[in-house]
């Protein structure tokens, strides 16, 4: 327990952990009555011990706010380096600088206006290059990439229509966590689906196994998004079946690469029937034939 100078400082701690929903506000509640009502400050510390002991459940990782000002930038056109080919064709912006401030930017104009948002995180200080130094006091680790990612997918939300969706990838390692935080900003119900991405066929990443994909998260921002699947015209799909009003046609697939597939003797295996013996090719007697020449 901390060293408190007086009644007040401990029921602000307790407090705070009832913000960060590690004491229940009940229990807060009988503390505090119970601590007012103390005859000495070493009381007080000891019934506040009865509010320590707690077990953290669910997704949780420690923020580490990065620093930052109170006042919203406004962008500067560069007007020499600022073209258009077409004035009937629809414009672009290119920003370059930190993505928080720019997202806050964006929120002044495009509130509740962007259909599709499509982020790409660092997934550890490596890729995270003078931003590690600048805005944080220690290393990427995990806790400090979901502390970035945090505010700014609240912003993307922000940012996103009724019937938009974010797009995010990440790698394995980082998959699940980020997920979690996606889920407490968008809302697991809007989950949509998670896309193993191939990043290379082949080769070895790693002494166990090998790494060749990571993955696409997909959420919406409310139910309200529609996801129009592009028609697969191919020639093979030409069967029907009783079910041709629900799925329309269908293609027969070979499932197996006749190409690496060939004769291999030592999968040949016998089979012993009612006494007499059968091997691939005939029974035990045209076997004894075919070896005897």
């Known amino acids: 327990m901390a060293a408190y100078k007086g009644k007040q400082e401990i029921i602000a701690d307790l407090e705070r952990r009832v913000a960060d929903k590690i004491l229940e506000q009940s229990n807060f509640d009988l503390l505090k009555k119970l601590i007012e009502n103390a005859d000495t400050l070493d009381e007080a510390i ?3 011990e009865l509010g320590t002991t707690y077990k953290r459940t669910g997704f949780h990782f420690d923020k580490r706010l990065e620093r930052q000002g109170n006042a919203i930038s406004y962008f500067k056109k560069n007007t020499a380096l600022s073209f258009t080919t077409d004035t009937n064709a629809l414009t672009h912006k290119l920003i370059i600088g930190d993505n928080y401030p720019a997202l806050l930017n964006l929120l002044i104009e495009y509130q509740g206006r962007i259909d599709v948002i499509y982020i790409d995180p660092p997934y550890g200080k490596d890729s995270m290059g003078e931003f590690a130094e600048t805005n944080y006091d220690n290393a990427i680790t995990r ?8 505010p700014r997918l609240w912003v993307a939300k922000q940012l996103l229509s009724e019937s938009g969706v974010i797009f995010c990838s990440i790698d394995d390692r980082n998959q699940a966590c980020v997920k979690g935080v996606f889920d407490e900003v968008f809302n697991e119900i809007n989950f949509v689906a998670s896309f193993p991405r191939v990043t290379k066929q082949s080769g070895k990443s790693a002494e166990a196994t090998a790494k060749n994909h990571d993955y696409v998260l997909l959420y919406s921002k409310t139910n309200g998004a529609e996801y129009n ?3 697969h015209d191919d020639n093979g799909y030409c069967n029907q079946d009783e079910y041709f009003e629900e799925r329309g046609y269908y293609k027969l697939n070979q499932t197996l690469d006749y190409d690496s597939l060939g004769y291999v003797s030592s999968l040949d295996y016998s089979i012993t ?9 005939g029974n035990e007697v045209e076997h004894k034939k075919r070896l005897q020449g």
Do not use: F, V
């Open 46 to 48: 000891k019934i506040a």
């Open 143 to 150: 806790d400090n990439l979901l502390s970035m990612l945090y």
């Open 229 to 231: 699947l592009e028609k």
């Open 273 to 281: 029937i009612d006494g007499e013996t059968y091997y691939a090719g």
